[in-house]
């Protein structure tokens, strides 16, 4: 079971922010190009980063919390999911806050319903 751990964080932070999309409708899906241009560079930086930590030595992730399935460069399939999961969580985190709250965060509602 300990395999499953990283893997368990991961979807238990999917389990909790996912109905927001329902439940208070933030669109953060519908929205897919808003989503990409918030997610994928922070993806490629934080995965460049990880992959040279690893090659250098600095970093090295547990055979027993994770599924043992290594990409290219030694990068843990859990690690790359993090780098999609997290922020993806935290949009939804955010435009729940947003719809709740009425706070603009820097950008319209009318924009932001877009």
């Given at each position: 079971?300990?395999?499953?751990?990283?893997?368990?964080?991961?979807?238990?932070?999917?389990?909790?922010?996912?109905?927001?999309?329902?439940?208070?409708?933030?669109?953060?899906?519908?929205?897919?190009?808003?989503?990409?241009?918030?997610?994928?560079?922070?993806?490629?930086?934080?995965?460049?980063?990880?992959?040279?930590?690893?090659?250098?030595g600095h970093w090295d992730y547990s055979g027993e919390l994770t599924l043992g399935v290594r990409l290219p460069g030694?990068?843990?399939?859990?690690?790359?999911?993090?780098?999609?999961?997290?922020?993806?969580?935290?949009?939804?985190?955010?435009?729940?806050?947003?719809?709740?709250?009425?706070?603009?965060?820097?950008?319209?509602?009318?924009?932001?319903?877009?």
């Amino acid at each position: 079971m300990g395999h499953l751990t990283y893997l368990a964080l991961l979807a238990g932070c999917l389990v909790v922010t996912a109905p927001l999309e329902l439940v208070l409708r933030v669109r953060v899906y519908a929205r897919w190009r808003r989503l990409l241009v918030a997610v994928v560079p922070e993806f490629v930086v934080f995965v460049a980063w990880v992959l040279y930590a690893i090659a250098q030595g600095h970093w090295d992730y547990s055979g027993e919390l994770t599924l043992g399935v290594r990409l290219p460069g030694g990068i843990p399939v859990e690690e790359v999911l993090f780098f999609l999961v997290v922020p993806l969580c935290s949009v939804l985190a955010l435009e729940a806050v947003r719809r709740v709250t009425g706070w603009d965060a820097g950008y319209p509602a009318q924009e932001a319903e877009r």
